[in-house]
């Protein structure tokens, strides 16, 4: 059974950084690897970063330049550096592991909060 666990979330000022972490445990290799995805108040979850197993690395447009996705094989922790944070960027991240066809998000973390104010 996959269990993930995030931490690193906080509150920080426009501008300011943060880094998340995602502790996995009882992980089955998956070609398509993991991904950050986070929820906005009164908002759809929507994807953030990806990292496969070939180190691919994907970002959403609102990220690029910003978030940076990284993983530990070793420690078997997947990363999110978050530089020049801005309010739209608030919200509630989770850690996830992607996989099957389409590569869907398949087992999710209980979330980190993160909050930006101006």
């Known amino acids: 059974q996959v269990h993930l666990v995030e931490s690193g979330g906080g509150s920080v000022q426009a501008g300011g950084s943060l880094k998340l972490s995602c502790a996995a445990s009882?992980?089955?290799?998956?070609?398509?690897?993991m991904g950050w995805y986070r929820q906005a108040p009164g908002k759809n979850l929507e994807l953030v970063s990806t990292?496969?197993?070939?180190?691919?690395?994907r970002y959403a447009d609102s990220v690029k330049g910003r978030f940076t996705i990284s993983q530990d094989n070793a420690k078997n922790t997947l990363y999110l550096q978050m530089d020049s944070l801005k309010t739209e960027d608030t919200g509630v991240y989770y850690c996830?592991?992607?996989?099957?066809?389409?590569?869907?998000?398949?087992?999710w973390g209980q979330g980190t909060q993160v909050t930006v104010s101006s």
């Open positions: 990292i496969s197993s070939d180190e691919t690395i």
């Open positions: 996830a592991v992607r996989s099957g066809d389409y590569c869907l998000p398949t087992d």
């Open positions: 009882g992980y089955i290799f998956s070609d398509c690897g």
